[in-house]
T-cell receptor
């Protein structure tokens, strides 16, 4: 049973560049949430995608955007990168609805370094 | 705005001892309180979770205690083992959408052999 897969695992960018991170949810899950985990901190909710639409959004600027595809996979895009965007970006999948909605499965993350 | 506060930041316990990590939340709309375990290079993995209609839940060596009136909950690890050495995060969310969770800042647990 494949869990949540993310790519790339590591990447280095310079300030002002743009980055795209990818996520494939766990089989059977239909919802993808993205989190930013700065060093030494807990994950912070960026946004959530369900039925190919952004359903919920955390306190992140519009530089952060995303997409969900018909196969439930998702992308996170960050424009105009800042040094402070350096973090581990985690994708989590779940099944939205009355059953299984509280089972959140995380991927291993994409480590972004902005120089 | 820190809605979930976790303590301590780090914890060192001898093998066989009890590890206790505490969390406090502010938003009374939260009705699902999971604990996650994260090893270096891995994503958080669900360890155990509780709903506010019960005061305690036990799964093996792991127990959650929940105090609704105080808006606090804690994780107890009995008979701590070196393999339990990891970072532990508490979280809070709505039961119908754990995808939007608010996390604590984590506790790094070291179990000495």
């Amino acid at each position: 049973d494949a869990g949540v897969t993310q790519s790339p695992t590591h990447l280095i960018k310079t300030r002002g560049q743009q980055v795209t991170l990818r996520c494939s949810p766990k089989s059977g899950h239909d919802t993808v949430s993205w989190y930013q985990q700065a060093l030494g901190q807990g994950p912070q909710f960026i946004f959530q995608y369900y039925e190919e639409e952004e359903r919920q959004r955390g306190n992140f600027p519009d530089r952060f955007s995303g997409h969900q595809f018909p196969n439930y996979s998702s992308e996170l895009n960050v424009n105009a990168l800042l040094l402070g965007d350096s973090a581990l970006y985690l994708c989590a999948s779940s099944l939205l609805g009355q059953s299984g909605a509280n089972v959140l499965t995380f991927g291993a993350g994409s480590r972004l370094t902005v120089l | 705005q820190q809605q979930v506060k976790q303590s301590p930041q780090s914890l060192i316990v001898q093998k066989g001892g009890i590890s206790i990590i505490n969390c406090a939340y502010e938003n009374t709309a939260f009705d699902y309180f999971p604990w996650y375990q994260q090893f270096p290079g891995k994503g958080p993995a669900l360890l155990i979770a509780i709903r506010p209609d019960v005061s305690e839940k036990k799964e093996g060596r792991f127990t959650i205690s929940f105090n609704k009136s105080a808006k606090q909950f804690s994780l107890h690890i009995m008979d701590s083992q070196p393999g339990d050495s990891a970072t532990y995060f508490c979280a809070a969310s709505m039961r119908t959408n754990a995808g939007k969770s608010t996390f604590g800042d984590g506790t790094t647990l070291t179990v000495k052999p």
